[in-house]
Nanobody, 120 residues
Framework: QVELVESGGGLVQPGGSLRLSCAAS????????MGWYRQAPGKQRELVAS???????QYSDSVKGRFASSRDLTENTINLQMNSLKPDDTAVYYC??????????????WGQGTQVTVSS
């Protein structure tokens, strides 16, 4: 099995910054993609950033220029640096990874979610 553990998040004032981290561990053969989704109350889950192993990082239009995500390919970790935060960024943020396990099965795995609240 594969486990994703997130850290970071919390309460920040508008215009502030936060950094989220996520680490994947377990029966990992290779990781194809890691990234972040978020879900605000009453809204659908939204893709925030997708960081493929062999392709360019993609961001949603709503965070482009403010958020940056990077991976450590050897450690199977991913970070999300969030700057110039707005109240609309308030949501639960979920890390995900598309992983090929040592059993040669490919699945998508999810972190437990971490709350980000942007409020004065």
């Amino acid at each position: 099995q594969v486990e994703l553990v997130e850290s970071g998040g919390g309460l920040v004032q508008p215009g502030g910054s936060l950094r989220l981290s996520c680490a994947a561990s377990g029966s990992i053969y290779s990781v194809y993609i890691m990234g972040w989704y978020r879900q605000a109350p009453g809204k659908q889950r939204e893709l925030v950033a997708s960081v493929p192993t062999t392709a360019a990082t993609q961001y949603s239009d709503s965070v482009k220029g403010r958020f940056a995500s990077s991976r450590d390919l050897t450690e199977n970790t991913i970070n999300l640096q969030m700057n110039s935060l707005k109240p609309d960024d308030t949501a639960v943020y979920y890390c995900y990874a598309v992983v090929r396990t040592r059993s040669q099965v490919t699945n998508t795995y999810w972190g437990q979610g971490t709350q980000v609240t942007v409020s004065s």
